[in-house]
């Protein structure tokens, strides 16, 4: 029944530059072209139009990284603390991810989710997890028992159930390059294969242009090519720590990757699930737990387990990088969290390795799957 998988880990009328700024010479450059960097750079130009931008990105397209290896789900905003900013910006933006979407036509699927309690100790998570959600104003939300489980998902096993209809999914690459378009379209511009090695402050009286404006950051890249600019953004993703520090910051909180394996339930079992399917979160460990993710391709994600990767961008078992194996496991924070969660991380691993124990995770919801 169950294969492997692995994920995770741009109006022309408003062009703002002016005669005197060439192609290297910014008032504002962002480094990251994920969907972090591209909606940030999409707002500040729409906020201050007569101001020049440029996004930055290493790879050759944008949204390589994060943006296009992911679990595509929107959120509804159920998890994060009450008044916290994550909780207001998970709500909010749940509602303006839809209406983007619908404003670009951009295809997503609002499938809903059901956070499933199979065991009775599971209940009083589940009642709390209701509340939080209730207090986050999280749209829609019930609790639903036995019967309506099963009008949900025939072949879900579970005693009770956290509704969350609103929940959907999307290609979130495809919204990040969408944001890339209309970056460009309000004369914005988008520089790939630029991959910053170093900032360096310059003399605003010798860096100057003719008519007297000054840049006085020089964004230098691996390749030797330079981007002058007044202000820096960086959004870098994966590598926000080293930018960080190239900037003359500190680098903690430190990045350590984490890669999410799943697999992929087989075509002819597809109709076993028909919208996402999560388990109680238990507050004591630091991730969701194994779960069942329709994707937009139609295809579904069973998964994933968390273990600690090799390398800030290998998204396979085999890929390493010796600088960032030695970097995660050097950093004190990870050294804490593999000690807090010893027991936790060894099951981690253990069914990032054995198909058999990750299924029998997953048949506590969906017995029928093997």
Known sequence: MWVRAVTTLR?????????????????VAIVGGGIVGLASARELLSRYQNLSFVVLEKENEIASHQSGHNSGVIHSGIYYKPGSLKARLCVQGADLAYQYCDKKRIPYKRCGKLIVAVESSEVPRLEALFERG?????????????????QREPYCKGIQALDSPYTGIVDWKAVAQSYGTDFEVMGGHIRTGFEVQAFKETSEGTE?????????????????????????????????D???????????????PFRGDYLVLKPEKHYLVNGNIYPVPDPRFPFLGVHFTPRMDGSIWLGPNAILAFKREGY????????????????????KLVLKNLVYGIGEMYRGISISAQVKELKRYIPEGG
């Open 242 to 256: 080293r930018l960080a520090e190239k900037s003359g910051c500190s680098r903690e909180p430190r990045i350590v």
């Open 11 to 27: 109006s022309a009328g408003h062009f703002p530059c002016t005669r005197w700024h060439s192609q290297s010479s910014y008032d």
């Open 134 to 150: 209730q207090q986050n104003n999280v749209r829609d939300l019930r609790m639903i028992g036995r019967e309506e489980i099963h």
């Open 208 to 240: 100057g242009n003719e008519e007297g404006m000054k840049f006085p950051v020089s964004v230098l890249s691996a390749q030797g090519e330079t981007v002058r600019c007044r202000y820096v953004l960086a959004c870098g993703g994966l590598h926000s």
């Open 316 to 335: 396979r078992l085999t890929d390493f990088s010796l600088r960032d194996f030695a970097d995660a496991i050097a950093f004190r924070g990870l050294q």
